[in-house]
């Protein structure tokens, strides 16, 4: 979709944008090609001089060049291209202020966790072996919790498909997407953000091992599903555009979780109360 892109070039808004497609001019390529007269020649000369330097970002492979470019609204488009640098992160706190209990990360092949008292100082080397970085809510939660507990910066280019799915209809939380997209949590349906905190602290108090792995089962299915709605969010911004037939996706596979939720406890802890940040 990137070659498809104007968007993030200085002075190109959607309505030129689309007035480019609409002549004909669908790629890069194209305008270096044919030099469209809809535009002044100024105009041509710092357009063909934008996707000189894209192209060279593209072949570089450097995503923050476009995403320091692109409105945030419109970093979706990112996603084909750099689709195998991407980390899908969700997080696990005691509460909006609270400390990170269990990070879960996906790359889209392999499944990674990082347990507070365990294993969670390694998160700070790992995240950044990625360039991009995809969350639920991750601008206005994961990504300044994480930030500030861990005291690492987090500047990959962020896709937070809270932003992107509401903008194509989706709405309702996390769990409110995924019903709406079809996704099934199987025995996991039912937990909610807020059973979390509680798993974590019969984990802590009692050193229940159930209740840590039916945390990580949890975070990790958060994660991902990030991918699956992922996805399907860029399908249905790809139908808005001339392109959905050039750049649609498959569906990915789901990958199996590591970790198995014990149903007994998932019983027992969805007939607790609690509450729910988002």
């Known amino acids: 979709m990137l070659k498809n892109t104007f968007h993030h070039i200085r002075g190109i808004g959607t309505t030129t944008e689309r007035k480019l497609w609409d002549a004909g001019i669908l790629s890069w390529k194209d305008l270096?090609?044919?030099?469209?007269?809809?535009?002044?020649?100024r105009k041509r000369e710092t357009l063909t001089a934008a996707i000189e330097e894209s192209l060279q970002h593209l072949i570089a492979r450097n995503p923050h060049y476009f995403g320091q470019r692109l409105p945030s609204n419109q970093c979706w488009r990112l996603f084909k291209d750099f689709r195998d640098r991407i980390a899908y992160l969700d997080i696990e706190t005691t509460g909006l202020?609270?400390?990170i209990n269990t990070i879960a990360l996906y790359d889209g092949i392999s499944v990674y966790t990082y347990v507070q008292g365990q294993n969670l100082e390694r998160f700070k080397d790992d995240i950044y072996k990625y360039d991009v970085i995809c969350t639920y809510n991750g601008k206005c939660f994961d990504v300044p919790v994480i930030e500030s507990d861990l005291g690492i910066k987090l500047d990959q280019v962020h896709i937070d498909l809270r932003y992107v799915l509401k903008s194509v209809g989706f709405s309702g939380g996390l769990k409110g997407c995924e019903r709406k997209a079809g996704i099934d949590r199987n025995e996991l349906t039912g937990l909610e953000g807020y059973h979390a905190p509680i798993l974590w602290q019969e984990f802590k108090e009692k050193r229940d091992e159930k209740a840590l792995e039916t945390l990580l089962a949890y975070n990790c299915q958060d994660t991902i599903n990030l991918e699956t709605l992922m996805v399907m969010a860029y399908n249905l911004k790809l139908s808005s555009t001339p392109f959905l037939e050039m750049h649609r996706l498959e569906l990915p596979l789901m990958p199996p979780i590591p970790y198995k939720a014990d149903l007994a406890t998932v019983d027992r802890v969805k007939n607790m109360g609690g509450w729910s940040w988002y």
């Open 32 to 41: 270096l090609d044919n030099q469209p007269v809809i535009l002044s020649r």
């Open 97 to 99: 202020e609270g400390e």
